[in-house]
């Protein structure tokens, strides 16, 4: 699946239980592994956001599949707590598979800031699921007019700017992208304040309806869309994209209970990805 929002593609696909795979084209970045492996071959930085099989199953495809294409090595960005277990297993894998794989694991804390290319950097954060759980905001730095030079003509600043003036420029950053994956509602309410600021955030709605009693999907360590409307009052990027939706809910069932649940008149779109 291929779909647009925003002024970026996202590739791969996501059903709850089965597989989990959000592969944003423009920036070349990959969120799980769950499925779509030759999908996110094209991609060589993937971030994981926890241990379960549906967002991380599909990483020995992934890496075989760029064994097979003669890709540069992949770098692996993972919760620390999961970077010795993985290690084993993709040298277990190695074994069974008699080949091996190009690749680094990069163990992230909750919190940590990891600098990238293009100015850009991805803030790991904590979430609330039955396993330890993270999720990643991607943000890129720009240099914006200091605010006591905004509103100077522009022959001015070109004169400040060639005097190489101290102060006339501060770094901002701009939020990209929010890859908010399972949670329950604790995880979302204690979501860093730049979250609610990216262009795009993509967050999971496993459940759209009543039809899973909310004892079991507590139990399950996931959200209701209800707990989300509210909620995403806080948003205040172009965008939302539901993913993760459990596989009881057929695409048209999708669509309805979507359009049903938010009030039309929002300042951001909302759409779902599956
Ligand atoms: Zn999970």
Redesign the pocket.
Known sequence: VERSVAGITIAGGSR??IGTSLYIKEYQLCFDLGCEGEKAADCDTVFI??G?T??LGELFNYLAIRRLHSRDIANLFVPHWIGDDLRLAIQAWGRLSASSFDYRIFEVHPRARLPLRNQWTVEAFPLV???P?MGYLLSQSVAKLAAPYVGLPGEEIRRLKLADTEGLFQDVERPLFAYV??TLPEGIDALPEAVWKAKVMAIEATFLDDRKPLDKVRA???VRLDDLVSRLRRFSGEAVVLF?ISQMYSPSQIEGLIAEAFPGDLPFSVSAFW
């Open positions: 709850a239980g956001s926890h379960h549906d967002h699921h039955t396993t759980c994956p399972d399950g360590g996931h993760h």
